[in-house]
């Protein structure tokens, strides 16, 4: 079957992209500028200054061989961490009141 142009609408292919931040997905790239940024303040040398951005460019192209495989892989992972469980109860756990006991008894404190 074949569909009329008059159904058809103009899509452009980068709409099926993921959005990618310097080739990088943002999350882990916006990591990687902290901890840069935090060593370079650790460190308030031009040597840690220097070091600060030879860890950001370096940490920038390991980011960018990991999305050139899976660009959504930080993403998967951290949702299936939700679902990383021993078991699945019926219910869910619920709280237990601040102000139960756990012993049961009184201690006398004298």
């Known amino acids: 079957m074949e569909i009329p142009d008059v159904f ?3 899509f452009h292919e980068s709409s099926n992209r ?3 931040l310097l080739g990088c997905e943002p999350t882990a790239l916006g990591i990687a500028f902290v901890v840069s940024i ?4 650790s460190v308030p040398t031009w040597w840690g200054i220097g070091g600060a951005m ?3 460019f370096f940490l920038r192209q390991i980011l960018r061989e990991m999305a050139k495989e899976d ?3 930080l993403a ?3 949702s299936s961490q939700r679902y990383h469980q021993g078991f699945w109860t019926a219910k869910p756990h619920r709280a237990k ?3 139960t006991r756990l012993g ?3 201690r006398d404190v004298s």
């Not at 935090?38 to 303040?41: A, E, K, P, S």
């Open 8 to 10: 058809c609408a103009a």
């Open 18 to 20: 993921p959005h990618l």
């Open 38 to 41: 935090v060593t370079g303040y």
């Open 54 to 56: 030879l860890l950001f």
């Open 71 to 73: 660009p959504h892989l």
């Open 76 to 78: 998967v992972h951290h």
């Open 97 to 99: 009141r601040w102000r």
């Open 104 to 106: 049961g008894s009184k």
